[in-house]
T-cell receptor, first 115, second 113 residues
Framework: DTGVSQDPRHKITKRGQNVTFRCDPI?????LYWYRQTLGQGPEFLTY????????KSRLLSDRFSAERPKGSFSTLEIQRTEQGDSAMYLC?????????????FGEGSWLTVV | AQSVTQPDIHITVSEGASLELRCNYS??????LFWYVQSPGQGLQLLLK??????LVQGIKGFEAEFKRSQSSFNLRKPSVHWSDAAEYFC???????????FGTGTRLQVFP
């Protein structure tokens, strides 16, 4: 049973460029989550999917952030017109089912540095 | 609003010593509670979780945690720390469900030989 896979693990980009991160959840997990973690802080919830449906996106940090999960399998998180404040680790997680009694498994994260 | 407080930013212990990491939460009903561990530059690994039932839960790597409703606490313990336990530890709460976890700011554990 492979874990949650994220790509790329590290990304350095110039301010104003767009970046995209990919997440492959654990097989058969139909819930997929994105979190952001800045230095010295705990992860912060951004958005999540049930299969291909995005159930909440109000926590996405601005309209420059968007996420998709087109076929209910892998997901992408895109940040447009990156800013230095976007530098953080972006964590993807997945779980098998919804709601209570739900264990969330995290990937290794994608580090973003905006210069 | 739900919140999690980890009062200790940094803890240093000697190898073989006992460990207790504190976690306090704010939530009106019974929460879902988790402890995760994060090694430098890595993702989070689940150590243990509490959903209901026995308030003392056992996890991986010899860790345990006790849910105390009266104190709104879920402290993590280990009787004898190993050098490989050095990492960042996060307490998290799921309020009502576990879809949107709220994390504390973490406690960094340093272990001296």
């Amino acid at each position: 049973d492979t874990g949650v896979s994220q790509d790329p693990r590290h990304k350095i980009t110039k301010r104003g460029q767009n970046v995209t991160f990919r997440c492959d959840p654990i097989s058969e997990h139909n819930r997929l989550y994105w979190y952001r973690q800045t230095l010295g802080q705990g992860p912060e919830f951004l958005t999540y999917f049930q299969n291909e449906a995005q159930l909440e996106k109000s926590r996405l940090l601005s309209d420059r952030f968007s996420a998709e999960r087109p076929k209910g399998s892998f997901s992408t998180l895109e940040i447009q017109r990156t800013e230095q404040g976007d530098s953080a680790m972006y964590l993807c997680a997945s779980s098998k089912r919804a709601g209570s009694g739900n264990t969330i498994y995290f990937g290794e994260g994608s580090w973003l540095t905006v210069v | 609003a739900q919140s999690v407080t980890q009062p200790d930013i940094h803890i240093t212990v000697s190898e073989g010593a006992s460990l207790e990491l504190r976690c306090n939460y704010s939530y009106g009903a019974t929460p879902y509670l988790f402890w995760y561990v994060q090694s430098p530059g890595q993702g989070l690994q689940l150590l243990l979780k509490y959903f209901s039932g026995d308030t003392l839960v056992q996890g991986i790597k010899g860790f345990e945690a006790e849910f105390k409703r009266s104190q709104s606490s879920f402290n993590l313990r280990k009787p004898s720390v190993h050098w490989s336990d050095a990492a960042e530890y996060f307490c998290a709460v799921g309020a009502g469900n576990t879809d949107k976890l709220i994390f504390g700011t973490g406690t960094r554990l340093q272990v001296f030989p």
